[in-house]
């Protein structure tokens, strides 16, 4: 059985994209695909706590929706919602990537140049 705050946030943001997809000058087709993507990246977030992965939807809904133009650009996808859905689902795990690679990189190399003497 579900929680009832987990069952309740997700009715509000739910209530939410759809209020914010009748908003004039939104593409519906990509509000609704950027938030599909961002959901399923948080769905899958199960390590990390709620807040966090709630901050996470937003900033992939808004990468999402921004990139998605790029995304149908640069791959010939033609619909604007499977573009926003690919490029939320991917930039935020992307991202969280990058960052965690450069938390372990080795700074040393890079101050010396790369060279191991």
Same mark, same amino acid.
């Given at each position: 059985m579900t929680e009832p705050t987990s069952t309740g946030s997700m009715a509000a943001l739910a209530t939410g994209v759809g209020l914010a997809s009748i908003l004039p000058g939104i593409q519906t087709d990509a509000f609704l695909g950027a938030f599909a993507g961002a959901t399923l990246f948080v769905v899958s977030a199960k390590n990390l706590p709620i807040w966090k992965r709630l901050v996470y939807l937003a900033i992939s809904v808004v990468a999402g929706y921004l990139g998605g133009t790029e995304v149908m650009q640069r791959f010939g996808v033609v619909s604007t919602g499977l573009a926003a859905f690919i490029c939320a689902a991917v930039i935020v795990t992307l991202t969280l990537g990058l960052i965690e /690679?450069? *938390?372990?990189?080795?700074?040393? /190399?890079? *101050?010396?140049?790369?060279s191991d003497g």
């Open positions: /690679r450069s *938390r372990t990189a080795d700074m040393t /190399r890079l *101050r010396r140049g790369g």
